[in-house]
């Protein structure tokens, strides 16, 4: 089996990078600058821009399966979630594990008026281009994984869909250990094939 992860050199990329090998398949790691990543057995690294979807392509021959760690960065383009998105849609990879952020889009009414106002202020620009790109995900039969403020911690971890959540007045936090496991567990294992899941510790 052949995983490709998306925004390889980023905080969750590299880890999924990692759990990849981890469980011992081919890992394909995409960035737009291949030499971040540090070479290993059963890792390929390739030169990938969600703003070249032809590249994207190229990227993922092969793979079974894409999973995204894809964040937005300081001095990224807007829209950068939605091209990368939609680039991933276009590519026709067989399944798509993608990170989304709770409270935003379908998890935005579980997450309450408080967490929403918040989100609004921090995130004000940021949560058009996250809706949309969960949107582009789900449209094609991909996973989401909407998750709180990630911290460290252990990796024990469970998925919910968003209906089984338990409501709080602040999202959880999570660990990006918990979260890097929830999130290969089901591109190895896909059990929420088209759905908006929620990750969390326990």
Known sequence: MRIAVLGATGAVG??????????????TALARDPARVRARPGLTAVAADVY???????????????????????????????????????????RIVWLGAYGTGPSAAAAGALTRGLLGL?????I???????AAILSAGGTVFHVGPMTGGPPAHRTLPLEDA???????????????????GEALDPRFAGRLVVALNG
């Open 52 to 94: 070249d979807p032809a590249s994207i392509v190229r990227a993922v021959e092969g793979a079974d399966v894409l999973v995204s760690g894809l964040g937005m960065t300081k001095g990224d383009l807007p829209g950068v979630l939605t091209a990368g998105a939609k680039a991933v849609v276009a590519s026709a990879v067989g």
């Open 14 to 27: 590299s880890l999924l990078v990692e759990a990849g090998l981890a469980r011992g398949v081919q890992v």
């Open 166 to 184: 338990p409501r709080r007045l602040f999202p959880a936090r999570v660990s990006r250990a918990a979260v890097v496991g929830a999130m290969t």
């Open 122 to 126: 921090v995130m004000r620009a940021e």
């Open 128 to 134: 058009p281009d996250k809706v949309a790109a969960d």
